[in-house]
């Protein structure tokens, strides 16, 4: 865009020339000026050097917002893709903890012939303990 406004202001007559006197010699034109115009001259030139600078470093800056403006997108997109992968985990994981829950609380609340054997198994065991040790303790 700035380089298309400096084609621009080339093509355009500038405004500020300051007044002066042309003169043809052997189809060569030539253009005279005053000392005044002369001194204007130099203010252009200052503000013609001082612009052209300016437009560089205009295009340097751009130049580079460009290249940060690639890797941003790169950047993005890499997160967007850790972004999936991390969401995908988490569904799996709790899809996971969903079912082991499940499991759990089917475990917890299904009256299980198995366990009240084993409480009743473990009860008897103890029972026949105390009444041995009972009947060794009068023995002695």
């Not at 050097?49 to 437009?55: D, G, M, N, V």
């Given at each position: 865009?700035?380089?298309?406004?400096?084609g621009t202001a080339e093509a355009q007559p500038s405004i500020r020339f300051p007044d002066h006197t042309t003169i043809v010699v052997d189809g060569v034109r030539y253009e005279g000026?005053?000392?005044?115009?002369?001194?204007?001259?130099?203010?252009?030139d200052a503000d013609?050097?001082?612009?052209?600078?300016?437009?560089?470093?205009l295009q340097?800056?751009?130049?580079?917002?460009?290249?940060?403006g690639d890797l941003l997108r790169e950047v993005i997109a890499e997160s967007q893709l850790q972004i999936e992968t991390l969401q995908a985990e988490r569904d799996r994981?709790?899809?996971k903890w969903e079912e082991e829950n499940r499991l759990r609380l089917d475990c917890e609340n299904s009256p299980d012939f198995l366990s009240w054997a084993?409480?009743?198994?473990?009860?008897?065991?103890?029972?026949?303990?105390?009444?041995?040790?009972?009947?060794v303790g009068f023995a002695l």
């Open positions: 865009m700035i380089a298309s406004l400096a000026f005053d000392l005044e115009g002369f001194r204007q001259l130099l203010l252009i013609l050097l001082y612009a052209t600078r300016f437009i560089v470093l340097e800056e751009i130049a580079t917002l460009v290249e940060e994981l709790r899809a084993g409480w009743g198994l473990a009860g008897a065991f103890s029972v026949a303990t105390l009444v041995l040790g009972l009947v």
